[in-house]
């Protein structure tokens, strides 16, 4: 993996804060985007792309926890896809599902455990890796592969 073009560290210290980070990004996402997601269990990965569906104009009731699929679409004001790759073994797997094709449909993605399969990220992309820090906060380590994620970094975050 090259050096992230641009990196961002902050602290949230609840999940109405994470969830207000997410909406903000989901306002600012275009077609395109792709925004991968990496932390343990709990760390606040489907918190956050709750935030950025809401903020993406996506009705809150069609956002589900992909427990059983392993992406999702969504329409708001843009055209969302939200993966996990949780369930995947590795990369072959990936492209059996036909995950990689939906990269060119000109989507904004976000995908959960993307460090499981990192093969599945475009060259420009966004990294959000979020951390444990006691029971309610969470750091987010934001890093923006390519000249259009900075932007977005950038816009996001200042
Ligand atoms: N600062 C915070 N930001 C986000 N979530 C928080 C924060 N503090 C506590 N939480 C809680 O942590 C949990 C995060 O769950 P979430 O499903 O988003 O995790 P996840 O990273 O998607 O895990 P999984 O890998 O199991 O899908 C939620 O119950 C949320 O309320
Ligand atoms: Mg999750």
């Known amino acids: 993996m090259s050096e992230a073009t641009r990196t961002r560290r902050l602290v949230s210290p609840s999940p109405e804060e994470t969830h207000r980070l997410g909406v903000k990004l989901g306002q600012l996402l275009a077609p395109g985007d792709f925004v991968g997601l990496v932390g343990d269990l709990g ?3 489907t918190h956050l792309v709750r935030g950025v569906a809401e903020g993406a104009g996506v009705a809150s ?3 589900a926890s992909p427990t059983f699929a392993i992406v999702y ?9 939200h993966a996990d790759l949780y369930r995947l073994a590795d990369q072959e797997e990936l492209y059996a599902t036909g995950f990689m ?10 995908v959960e455990w993307l ?4 093969q599945a ?7 959000v890796t979020l951390r444990h820090e ?3 906060a969470r750091s987010l380590e934001v890093e923006a592969f390519g000249a259009r994620p900075a932007a977005l970094l950038d816009a996001w975050l200042g």
Request: proline residues 10%; charged residues 40%; aromatic residues 8%.
């Open 134 to 136: 006691g029971e309610d």
């Open 43 to 45: 760390a606040g990965k």
């Open 115 to 118: 460090d499981r399969i990192p």
């Open 101 to 110: 094709d939906l990269l060119d449909e000109g989507r904004a993605m976000l």
């Open 121 to 127: 990220a475009p060259r420009d992309f966004l990294r």
């Open 73 to 81: 679409p969504y329409d708001g004001r843009i055209p969302l896809y």
């Open 61 to 63: 009731s069609e956002v």
